[in-house]
């Protein structure tokens, strides 16, 4: 399997050298030159032996699809080690609960962060130090967060041979229960630098890093964010998962409704039914900052700046530049690169836009691909809180009620799975706002705001990132 470059860039690599590298050399993002195809017998093998041998062996049945510069045995180990019960609470791993009709949860936040991204997280801290160990070289990682995939990368990756974390994170812009979570950490190999502005700063100096190839290469800059393959490769997984759970045939369809900021987690269902999983169509929920939403309802794409991104209280979603949004554009313009360099250049590089509505492949969002998009606002979520908790007994964060409330806009016959983001206690102010009382909090959680903090306060300037990073490499 070989890897491309959503911006044409000729080069073609393998697995393991994208997984410690990130960004493609012309910016672009990397994706499999084809997606691997599961024909309905092999979607019947790969649902009986799910049922026999678990989430662990799934993962590996579609990871080594994509996966051959690992011998099998290993990544079979790696997966095993990953994905166990007593790190994810329960044999099921990504158990899905029926809501309500033809609506379903899917839980993913049942790891060690209680966040949708250990799904995927764990996963890489195994790869990264076993390629590490491989080559006998060190990683020095660059993120950025908007709640969630902070506190996921650095419970992942502490403690780990050969790797250091730099997260850059918006500050006073996470719930306070994400803060104490990355904050509090004490590791070495774990640096929290909090900057003055919004996610898309923090995203913006990553990628201005990673684009600078000679800072790169002296400081080995790789990134844990979703723009790494590896990650969203491993997101993949679990939409086979809900299908096998919510389904008993093989051509049954099934519908997802994902809460989205960066475009990660539904672009990896994007990618599963590119594989041929009998997706009917996957629903882009969105908060305030409906970027995303504005384009699959009219085509176009206008990111805002900071001062029109608004903080919201399901606040990993405050996004307005979805990072992995240019790899589903390369497949909708026809895997063109330089077209979607065009784009992403030209277009929202320079003018911070780019309208398709007029264009052919428009109509190809919908019927081709699937996609359909709706909005939710606070006072939509307090109400979704409040219904899911008084009439249906299921307590639900604030990323998970924008994915309710948008589901039951798009229901059809087929089951509608939600894919949950995070457990209330995350973001437990709106919860008791919507409820009169506080989401339960996992006792290993308790007292965790009081925690002594370990947090660098940065500008927004990429310079000042480098230095920092070039001091706490030495």
């Known amino acids: 399997m070989r890897y491309l470059s959503t911006r044409g860039h000729a080069e073609r690599k393998r697995f393991c050298d994208i997984l410690l590298e990130g960004l493609a050399p012309d910016g672009g993002l990397y994706l499999p030159e084809s997606y691997p195809q599961i024909s309905t017998e092999r979607l019947g093998q790969l649902r009986q032996m799910y049922a026999e041998q678990g989430y662990a062996a799934l993962a590996f049945e579609i990871l080594s699809l994509y996966i051959d510069d690992i011998p099998a045995d290993d990544l079979r180990a790696l997966c095993a080690k990953t994905y166990t019960e007593a790190v994810f609470g329960s044999a099921a791993i990504t158990p899905v609960r029926p809501l309500e009709g033809p609506l379903h949860i899917q839980a993913l936040s049942n790891g060690p962060t209680l966040a949708f991204k250990d799904m995927a997280m764990q996963l890489l801290g195994n790869l990264f130090e076993y390629e590490l160990a491989r080559r006998g070289e060190a990683l020095n990682i660059l993120g950025a967060t908007s709640g969630d995939t902070g506190s996921a990368a650095e419970y992942a990756m502490r403690g780990k041979k050969g790797v250091r974390v730099f997260m850059t994170s918006p500050n006073g812009r996470m719930s306070p229960f994400q803060q104490a979570q990355m904050f509090s950490l004490q590791d070495e190999n774990i640096h929290n630098l909090a900057i003055e502005g919004v996610f898309d700063d923090c995203q913006d100096i990553v990628k201005a890093v990673s684009n600078d190839h000679a800072f790169k290469a002296q400081y080995k800059i790789g990134t844990v964010n979703s723009i790494n393959w590896a990650r969203l490769l491993a997101q993949v997984v679990y939409y086979f998962a809900g299908y096998f759970q919510v389904t008993q045939s093989d051509t ?104 398709l509505s007029a264009d052919p492949v428009f109509a190809d969002i919908q019927g081709k691909f699937g996609f359909v998009s709706g909005k939710s606002t606070h006072a939509d979520r307090l109400a979704t809180i409040r219904d899911s908790y008084q009439r249906l007994g299921q307590m639900v964060d604030t990323h998970t009620a924008d994915g309710i409330k948008v589901a039951r806009e798009h229901l059809g016959t087929e089951p509608m799975v939600v894919l949950e983001t995070a457990l209330p206690i995350k973001f437990a102010a709106t919860i008791e706002e919507a409820l009169g009382r506080q989401p339960e909090r996992p006792a290993q959680f308790n007292g965790i705001e009081a925690l002594p903090k370990r947090v660098q306060v940065l500008p927004a300037d990429v310079a000042l990132v480098k230095t920092y990073i070039a001091q706490h490499c030495d």
């Open 252 to 355: 049954e369809q099934v519908s997802f409704t994902v809460p989205s900021g960066n475009f990660g987690n539904v672009c990896a269902g994007h990618v599963a039914r590119q594989m041929g999983l009998p997706i009917a169509k996957l629903v882009v929920a969105t908060n305030e900052n409906d970027v995303l939403d504005e384009f699959f309802r009219t085509g176009v794409y206008q990111v805002r700046g900071a001062a029109a991104t608004f903080e919201t209280s399901s606040p990993s979603m405050d996004i307005s530049k979805a990072s992995n949004f240019e790899r589903f554009i390369f497949d909708l313009v026809g895997r063109d690169g330089v077209r979607t360099q065009a784009l992403f250049t030209q277009g929202v590089g320079r003018e911070g836009r780019f309208d």
